[in-house]
């Protein structure tokens, strides 16, 4: 099974800020590399998907880059409700994995 | 509007039976793969089993092949999972999940989850 890494599990950043999360697979996916967010109580959200694409619906301020084994996730300025766990996922490879997440809240 | 409503979770003993349910509304539901995820409580997520638009196709985790099977019927809009051999590791919240066109895997919706709990 391919085994996807994040870094950094947590992380406090105030309003505004620029948020950077890391992605890591154990081998490559192909690109087929997906960011879900998750609040508190709630279902997971699609917000992007093969690397750098945007789900409908889903604010400009998110964004995700890199290929084969190396993926970015920003967030380039920090909203109060985007306080939630961000999860990355590869679908290329079965079986799917996801990554074991990062939590970002409000400094 | 799409709408995916999970249902069939509850309070098992370990070494039981349950099916779980996925009402599924507001797409041509045999157009798409459709997945089941769960997260154990306070854990990350974990895909278990997905199916092709078609049901000719099924897939799964390692860890729940054999105990679990995936199926679905397009003409009533459902999707299930029939889960066997209940083990307490098996405790979690259960979301279907409708995957992106010609991209199964990639989850667009998700329902609200149903709770699975596996004690004696």
């Known amino acids: 099974d391919i085994q996807m890494t994040q870094s950094p599990s947590s992380l406090s950043a105030s309003v505004g800020d620029r948020v950077t999360i890391t992605c890591q697979a154990s081998?490559?996916?192909?690109?087929?590399l997906n960011w879900y967010q998750q609040k508190p109580g709630k279902a997971p959200r699609l917000l992007i998907y093969?690397?750098?694409n945007l789900e409908t619906g889903v604010p400009s301020r998110f964004s995700g880059s890199g290929s084969g084994t190396d993926f970015t996730f920003t967030i380039s300025s920090l909203q109060p409700e985007d306080i939630a766990t961000y999860y990355c996922q590869q679908s290329g490879h079965l079986p799917f994995t996801f990554g074991p997440g990062t939590k970002v809240d409000l400094k | 509007e799409v709408q995916l409503l999970e249902s069939g979770g509850g309070l098992k003993h370990p070494g039981g039976s349950l099916r779980l349910s996925c009402a599924a509304s507001?797409?041509?539901?045999?157009?798409?793969?459709m997945s089941w995820v769960r997260q154990a409580p306070g854990k990350g997520l974990e895909w278990v089993s997905g199916i092709s638009g078609d049901a000719g196709n099924t897939y799964y985790a390692d860890s729940v092949k054999g105990r679990f099977t995936i199926s679905r019927d397009n003409s009533k809009n459902m999707l299930y999972l029939q889960i066997n051999s209940l083990r307490a590791e098996d405790t979690a919240l259960f979301f279907c999940?409708?995957?992106?066109?010609?991209?199964?895997?990639?989850?667009?919706?998700w329902g609200q989850g149903t709770m699975v709990t596996v004690s004696s």
């Open positions: 507001g797409f041509t539901f045999s157009g798409y793969a």
């Open positions: 999940a409708k995957d992106r066109q010609y991209s199964i895997g990639c989850h667009t919706m």
């Open positions: 093969d690397v750098f």
């Open positions: 081998q490559d996916i192909h690109n087929y």
